[in-house]
C-alpha cells in the first residue's frame, strides 16, 4: 500500500474527526506497519496562545474577541509541524487546517516538495441547518447559538474558497460526501471512494 495523504473538511459539526478516527483505526489494521502522522493544530494553537511572548499575547486578545487570527499564523503551526515530523513514508491525516486560500496554496507547495502521490480530499457535505443541531446537540458550554452560527458563517466565507481550491486543482483527488447519514455510512461511503476496503 501506497502512504496516504488525507485532508478532511467540513462545517463544524459534520463528523471530520469523528471519521477521521474511524480511517486512522482502520488503515492501522490494513497497514500496521507503517505509521500514521496526525496533524490537528487545535490543540497546538491552544497551547502557543497559552506562552508568554508578544505574539502569543496578541493572538491570545484576537481569541478571546473570537477573531479571525492572521493567515501567517496557522501556516507557521502546522508548516512547523511538518518540517519536525515529516518522515516521508507513512499515511499523513490532516484536521482542522488549511482553512483559507493563502493556506492552501502553502500546503499545496508543500505536498509536491514533500511528494506526496495524490492526496485526498475529503468533503463532508452537510447543510447549515444540520450542522446547527448537530452542534447544539452535543451541548458544549462553547456551542451557543451566536457562537453556531459565527463559525458556520466562517466556513462560508473563508473555509470554501480554500475547498474549491482543492476542488479544481487536478493534483488532488477530490470527494464528496453525503455527511447526513449515520456515521457508520458516511465511513462506508469514504471507504469507497477511497478504495479501501475494510
Known amino acids: 500500500m501506497q502512504p496516504r495523504t488525507v485532508i478532511f473538511y467540513g462545517r463544524s459539526g459534520s463528523g471530520k474527526s469523528t471519521q477521521l478516527g474511524l480511517l486512522k483505526d482502520a488503515l492501522t489494521q490494513k497497514d500496521p506497519e507503517r505509521s500514521i502522522f496526525y496533524i490537528q493544530t487545535g490543540d497546538e494553537f491552544r497551547k502557543f496562545i497559552g506562552e508568554d511572548s508578544y505574539t502569543s499575547t496578541l493572538a491570545r486578545k484576537i481569541a478571546d474577541t473570537g477573531g479571525l487570527q492572521p493567515a501567517f499564523l496557522p501556516i507557521w503551526i502546522w508548516t512547523g509541524m ?33 511528494k506526496r502521490e495524490r492526496p485526498d480530499v475529503v468533503n ?15 451541548g458544549r458550554h462553547d456551542d451557543t447559538s451566536g457562537a453556531i452560527a459565527k463559525r458556520l458563517d466562517w466556513f462560508e466565507t473563508e473555509v470554501i474558497p480554500a475547498i474549491h481550491y ?33
Not at 84 to 111: I, Q, W
Not at 124 to 138: G, P
Not at 181 to 192: N, P
Request: charged share 30%.
Open 166 to 198: 482543492f476542488r479544481e486543482n487536478d493534483y488532488y483527488n477530490f470527494i464528496d460526501v453525503n455527511g447526513e447519514q449515520t456515521r457508520e455510512d458516511v465511513f462506508r461511503d469514504i471507504t469507497a471512494a477511497l478504495k479501501l476496503s475494510v
Open 82 to 114: 511538518l518540517v519536525t515530523n515529516m518522515k516521508g513514508n507513512e499515511h499523513f491525516f490532516c484536521d482542522g487546517l488549511v482553512r483559507r486560500y493563502p493556506e492552501a496554496l502553502v500546503f499545496d507547495s508543500a505536498m509536491q516538495f514533500y
Open 124 to 138: 463532508i457535505n452537510v447543510s447549515e441547518e444540520w450542522a446547527t443541531e448537530r452542534l447544539k446537540e452535543r
